[in-house]
């Protein structure tokens, strides 16, 4: 797949991995049966690993969101590659309407814009009855609260370490580890 050509830092476009997407998806589709036949989503989509991920193994519908029109250019371009139908939208997350089953997303972390990773969270709630999403594992004990509060179900979290480039100016190393949780959390309680 084609990585972003130009990654911007304030929208903390990071691509995930592409052992760590095939594991979730792995979960996602055949232990757990959240793909196949399913509407599903991705919101801040990037270059579409995920969404075309979930469109491979089977999803009744796939839709993705991204906000940086590059991103989904080459989201665009990487379905063509792996010949699947995507609906993209280019829009923020107020652009995604009606009800999903499953919605699977690595989100923003919030380290440039505070509480953003909750704002996606909100938003994936509110739109799908399951939830995949990936946060760093330094906030576990506030993202557990904040979806206890919402009256949400976690179902399982699964633990990796992301690998992540240097990617921008400010990085010194070439290599920075962070560990990330992936939650899979049922919202079907809030109905």
């Given at each position: ?35 196949a036949g399913k509407a599903v989503g991705d919101l801040g989509t990037g270059t579409g690993r995920l969404a075309i ?139």
């Amino acid at each position: 797949m084609r990585p972003h050509p130009s990654p911007r830092i304030g929208l903390e476009q990071y691509t995930i991995p592409a052992s760590i997407a095939a594991d979730i998806l792995f979960h996602a589709a055949f232990v757990y049966r959240d793909i196949a036949g399913k509407a599903v989503g991705d919101l801040g989509t990037g270059t579409g690993r995920l969404a075309i991920g979930a469109a491979l193994l089977g999803a009744r519908q796939t839709v993705a969101v991204d906000i940086d029109p590059v991103a989904i250019n080459v989201a665009r371009e990487n379905a063509e590659l792996a010949k699947v139908e995507i609906d993209w939208i280019l829009g923020d997350l107020d652009a995604v309407h009606g009800r999903l089953d499953t919605v699977i997303m690595n989100p923003p972390f919030g380290t440039k814009r505070r509480h953003l990773d909750r704002i996606f969270l909100g938003k994936a709630i509110k739109t799908g009855r399951i939830v995949y999403s990936i946060h760093k594992s330094a906030t576990r004990e506030y993202i557990l609260s904040y979806l206890k509060r919402c009256g949400c179900a976690v179902h399982a979290i699964h633990k990796y370490t992301l690998d992540l480039p240097r990617m921008f100016e400010h990085h010194r190393k070439r290599r920075y580890p962070v560990n990330v949780d992936c939650y899979r959390i049922q919202v079907e309680a809030l109905e």
